[in-house]
Structures are given as C-alpha cells and as structure tokens.
C-alpha cells in the first residue's frame, strides 16, 4: 500500500495550491479519503473528508469556502485544491484512506509520507 503527496511548497499569502495524493496497492475506489495536516508544535487536524464515492465531502471550519477536496476513481488519486491561503495553513499535509462500513472503520487507516506547505510573503 502506497500513498504519495505531491503539489506543496512555498506560496504567498492570498496563493493557491493543489495538492494529489496518488494511491496504490489497494481498491482505492472502496476508500475514504482524508487530508489531515500538522504545523509545528500542534496537534494533527483533519482538513478535509470525501466519501469513497465522491459523492459527500466535509470540512474543518478553518478551511471552510476554501479548500475543496475531490477525487478521481479512475486515476487512484485525491486532491485537496487549497485557495486564499494563510500563513495559519503553514503545515504538513498528510493524506489518509481508510475503509468504513456505513460509519464504522474496517481496517487499518493508511497514511501517506507528507508534503509541506508554507505560506509566507
């Protein structure tokens, strides 16, 4: 099982980033997808949630109208597309699967390596 972040880096205050998370070594279209992140001295936040259909997506409030969260079935990868970014978005940006049945989680939750994320002019 492999997931792998790619899209992050520097960007300043008001930017965009988008972020994918290719998947492999398992039935990605049977999966959750979560983007988490952590910044320095803080705990680990979920960001973002799709379902593994696509069809319903939450949010956490602090990034609420704009993040968006998508995902291609047919390519085995999320993405989170990051606008109007803060310099409170500076973090580690972790992608996540994870398997439920209705809401319960069956399973290992899988994670990825990371990508870092830095907003700053």
């Known amino acids: 099982v492999q997931l792998v972040e790619s899209g992050g880096g520097l960007v300043q205050p008001g930017g965009s980033l988008t972020l994918s998370c290719a998947a492999s070594?398992?039935?990605?279209?049977?999966?959750?997808m979560n983007w988490y992140r952590q910044a320095p001295g803080k705990e680990r936040e979920l960001v973002a949630t799709?379902?593994?259909?696509?069809?319903?997506?939450t949010y956490a409030d602090s990034v609420k109208g704009r993040f968006t969260i998508s995902r291609d079935n047919a390519k085995n990868t999320a993405y989170l597309q990051m606008n109007s970014l803060k310099p409170d978005d500076t973090a580690v940006y972790y992608c996540?699967?994870?398997?439920?049945?209705?809401?319960?989680?069956?399973?290992?939750?899988?994670w990825g390596q990371g990508t870092q994320v830095t907003v700053s002019s």
């Open positions: 799709i379902t593994s259909t696509g069809g319903s997506t």
């Open positions: 070594g398992f039935t990605f279209s049977r999966f959750e």
């Open positions: 996540s699967a994870v398997a439920r049945i209705n809401v319960v989680v069956v399973g290992v939750r899988y």
